[in-house]
């Protein structure tokens, strides 16, 4: 079976969320990837599902860093986080190097 390019967080962050919370992504995508998708889990949800993800544009091919922001919003304390490199879990050739992942309320 094919598996998709991904980051996994470690399990039990504990982040609490609220109305204007977003994550904050600064990288490099060396890839052609257009867009990618982050995942969360929860406490009361620890599955992985569509409705607990946000697809979010980002550039291919980049030379230098860009930071992302992915609007959240209030989805509950955070168990644990997925960065998929293509938002429709599509193969990617590349690296993407990533300087940070942050979240803001």
Known sequence: PEIAARLLS???LGLETGADAALLIRMQNHTDSKAMRVWWTTDVAPEWTADRSRAFAV???ETGDTLYRVPL???GRIR???LDFSSEAAAVTGTCRID???LVK
Do not use: E, Q, T
């Open 73 to 75: 919003g209030d989805v």
């Open 10 to 12: 470690a399990d039990g």
């Open 59 to 61: 550039n291919p091919f």
């Open 80 to 82: 644990r986080l997925r």
């Open 100 to 102: 940070y992942i942050c």
